[in-house]
């Protein structure tokens, strides 16, 4: 019996791994744009507009709208996990896998998500939780669990980081090329995508760190020859517009800055603004080199 026991053990151990959850009535979204904390402080309701309205926001030429026509359905999907980098997504296991995939011991929510997998009117979830959050297998990073084949096959991918590897991309450039080289062997082949720094901080050294950071990681985009194209967040009109702008950022009873990390909403709409050009640029400059492979998807 002991035998028994031992052996059903290592066969049930090895379930996740060989037998993934395919949920029965899930839909890929079309568009799927995956960040840090920014989205649900945020960022994530200006995410949501601007992309189910991409032919406002971005006029296209006949061409460009046409071949727009493969995101026809708009069913976008948008995650911001806390406390997560890029190489949270890429990793096996550890602590960075566990930004993801550890539950959050006070709320039991690690996420903020809009759009077309969350209907409910709570934006808060819990990463492995529901049939739209399977991203935690044991042994696989959240991005090859989370791309496998009959579960998200978007055509269109945005990543929006910086914050939480602003030390790691500004202290060592190895580790920045190791996070993209990373992120472009998991990514699915020939998907257009799009990767933009998040918005800056009310704070100026915070901000300094990460324009270091930022700088170190566009260096690597290049150098890696990745699919995706880049955007930088932090420039000095998005920087002007924020730093040390307390209308942006969320406040104490007594009118300080409680958190400036995270601009709120607003802050987030003035974002989009001035990154209007380079946004839509990016998403036209990916579809359009993508096509026809991606009709055929």
Same mark, same amino acid.
């Given at each position: 019996m002991t035998l028994l026991r031992h052996f059903l053990a290592g066969v049930l151990a090895l379930l996740p791994i060989q037998l993934a959850a395919q949920p029965a009535d899930f839909v890929s979204p079309s568009i799927v744009i995956l960040g840090d904390s920014q989205i649900p402080f945020g960022s994530g309701p200006v995410f949501l507009e601007f992309f189910e309205n991409i032919?406002?926001?971005? &006029?296209?030429?006949?061409?460009?709208? !046409?071949?727009?026509?493969?995101?026809? +359905?708009?069913?976008?999907?948008?995650?911001?996990?806390? @406390?997560? @980098?890029?190489?949270?997504?890429?990793?096996?296991?550890?602590k960075a896998k566990g930004a993801i995939c550890d539950v959050d011991p006070k709320w039991k929510v690690n996420a903020g998500t809009y759009g077309? #997998?969350?209907t409910t009117g709570?934006?808060?979830?819990?990463?492995? *939780?529901?049939?739209?959050? /399977?991203?935690?297998?044991?042994?696989?990073?959240?991005?090859?669990?989370?791309?496998?084949?009959?579960?998200?096959e978007p055509k269109l991918i945005l990543l929006s980081f910086l914050g939480n590897s602003a030390k790691r991309w500004a202290d060592d450039y190895a580790k920045a090329v190791a996070d993209v080289e990373q992120m472009n062997a998991q990514l699915p082949a020939g998907v257009p995508c799009i990767?933009? =720094?998040?918005? &800056?901080?009310?704070?100026? *050294?915070?901000? +300094?760190?990460?324009?270091?950071?930022?700088?170190?990681?566009?260096?690597?985009?290049?150098?890696?020859?990745?699919?995706? @194209?880049? #955007?930088?967040?932090?420039?000095?009109?998005?920087?002007? !517009?924020?730093?040390?702008?307390?209308?942006?950022?969320?406040?104490s009873k007594s009118g300080k800055v409680k958190?400036?990390?995270?601009?709120?909403?607003?802050?987030?709409? =003035?974002?989009?603004? #001035? !990154?209007?050009? +380079?946004?839509?640029?990016?998403?036209?400059? /990916? #579809?359009?080199?993508?096509? &026809? +492979?991606?009709?055929?998807?």
């Open positions: 032919k406002t926001h971005c &006029p296209p030429t006949p061409t460009q709208a !046409a071949n727009l026509e493969v995101l026809a +359905d708009m069913k976008v999907a948008v995650i911001g996990v806390r @406390s997560t @980098s890029l190489h949270s997504w890429t990793a096996k296991m550890g077309f #997998i969350n709570n934006k808060y979830k819990q990463i492995g *939780k529901g049939d739209a959050y /399977q991203f935690c297998e044991m042994k696989q990073s959240a991005f090859q669990t989370m791309f496998r084949p009959g579960y998200y990767f933009m =720094t998040t918005a &800056p901080s009310y704070s100026k *050294k915070i901000t +300094d760190l990460r324009l270091k950071a930022q700088a170190n990681v566009k260096r690597a985009f290049a150098e890696t020859g990745s699919q995706c @194209s880049f #955007i930088e967040g932090a420039t000095p009109e998005t920087v002007a !517009a924020n730093q040390g702008n307390k209308k942006y950022f969320r406040l958190d400036p990390y995270h601009p709120n909403e607003r802050a987030a709409k =003035t974002f989009f603004m #001035i !990154a209007m050009d +380079d946004i839509c640029t990016a998403v036209y400059d /990916q #579809i359009d080199a993508a096509m &026809p +492979d991606l009709a055929a998807r």
